[in-house]
């Protein structure tokens, strides 16, 4: 039981933080009709400045904001510089697009910081664990849990109550017609960014807080989970998103901590096979967006 | 004083020219309807005026002030709004927070404004938390204009309001119009139901092919034959 309850919360850890990337690509997705593959390399920003700030001295509680300041500018200038032209192309452009800038950053990262991985110091605190009802669970596998919880909460909070957060929402139903109520275009997308990047430098600083290194392709499996857990919560639908990332952290802790030692090469494989098997049977995913197939910009 | 000028419009998409060398002018407090049957251009004319369709030609004066090529988003704040056609609220978003977002250009004014709309239409104070996409069509269309007038436009573009409703709903929204009209709003009404469009506007224009082919007062087009005749295809 107590084996249960620690990879349980082993689970909602990862599926956390794949949910907080999985809403970063559904927002800018429900936006533009984009799916970012750059998103993992904001994470990979993201860690680099926790490196760097590490390097220069500053204790990671202070680097942290710092990180996902990071990720956030990154994520803008992403848009400015290379989303931008291509808004009005074809989602197949928009897809290349983002893989070019994904491949980019990691070459230069590879050239200009280092192949290998970079250490990251973590503060005591978050490595040490403290025992809760008998069972013992890491620090931070709490602040992973409790941080991105919150994280969904300011983020719904933002989207429901504030007028900005209900236009960003109306401009991913219609975007003409929120044009039309004024709702900037340019705004709306770069807001978007910037969203998705706080996501995306959250989501790094935990996945960080969990390994405790950098390397150039950081971010490019977490986003390809994220991804799965996009498409199988529902593409463009940010309850999906949420539900498809703690599934995915689900499959993947528990086939891990239950498949036999013979069978563990093959857990990926098994758990993309339950993941086929979910959407055999709901082909929009667990949690669909309300507007599927409409006309985007 | 004229809102509205158009002068020479052409809409083209692509190779197809939808609309060619259209003049009309809306003076401040009428109420103008372009009628005319099922692709005359009517629709396209509306949209050019406000960029979400390419007007290749010609010349679009808002309150004295060219504003053909000025992206969409900006005209709502200079006090032109369109209430689309098919309704197109935000599905997916509470009678209100619709409301919230067509008040987005001048979010001061919202609440008041808000309260404005539920005492004009008290069916969607009812619903004011319901999705919009479980409205009904009537309900939808109210919604539609509601969130229009939330910008607080000097000129209200209402594009084919009476469009898939029942008999009933239909007269209903043109008690609406008529409401809005006596309130003094400015309105551009776009309509393929002639007989009662021309019961709530001050004057007409008739389109066919993408041309103008006749204009008057409400009465005159009712007592003449040109109506018919562009409906029957006679241009």
Sequence with gaps: MDFFLQQFVNAVALGGTYALLALGLAIVFSIMGLINFAHGELMTISGYALFFCGLAGLPFLAAAPLAVLAAVVAALLMERIAFRPVRNASGATMLVTSFAVAIILQTLFQNLIAARPRPVALPDALTRTVEIGGFLVGVNKIAAIVVAFAMMAVLNLFLKRTATGIAMRAAAQDFAVARLMGVKADRVIAGAFALSGLLAGVAAVLWVSQRASVDPFMGFVPVLKAFIASILGGLGSLTGAVAGGMALGFIEIFLTAYLPPEWQEFKEPIGLALVIAVLLMRPNGLLPAANVGTEKV | ?235
Excluded: C, W
């Design chain 2, 1 to 235: 004083m004229t809102v509205l000028e158009v002068e020479g419009l052409e809409v083209a998409y692509g190779a197809v020219v939808a609309v060619r060398g259209v003049d009309l002018a809306v003076a401040a407090g009428e109420a103008v309807a372009l009628v005319g049957a099922n692709g005359a251009g009517k629709s396209s004319t509306l949209n050019a005026v406000v960029g979400l369709a390419p007007a290749t030609a010609g010349r679009i004066r808002f309150k004295g002030d060219e504003i053909r090529g000025v992206p969409t988003e900006r005209l709502v704040r200079r006090g032109l709004t369109l209430s689309p056609e098919g309704r197109r609220v935000f599905p997916g978003l509470t009678v209100e927070e619709n409301l919230v977002v067509g008040g987005y250009a001048r979010r001061r004014a919202a609440a008041r404004t808000a309260a404005e709309m539920y005492s004009l239409f008290p069916i969607l104070a009812e619903r004011r938390r319901q999705l919009a996409g479980t409205l009904s069509g009537g309900q939808q269309q109210m919604l539609a204009i509601a969130r229009a007038l939330m910008s607080g436009p000097e000129l209200l573009l209402l594009d084919e309001p009476s469009l898939g409703l029942a008999p009933q709903i239909v007269e209903q929204i043109f008690d609406l119009v008529a409401t809005l009209r006596g309130r003094g709003v400015t309105m551009l009404l776009v309509e393929q139901n002639v007989a009662m469009a021309l019961d709530v506007v001050d004057r007409a224009y008739v389109m066919a092919q993408g041309r103008i082919v006749g204009s008057g007062t409400a009465a005159e087009l009712r007592a003449s034959d040109l109506v018919a005749a562009a409906y029957l295809g006679a241009h």
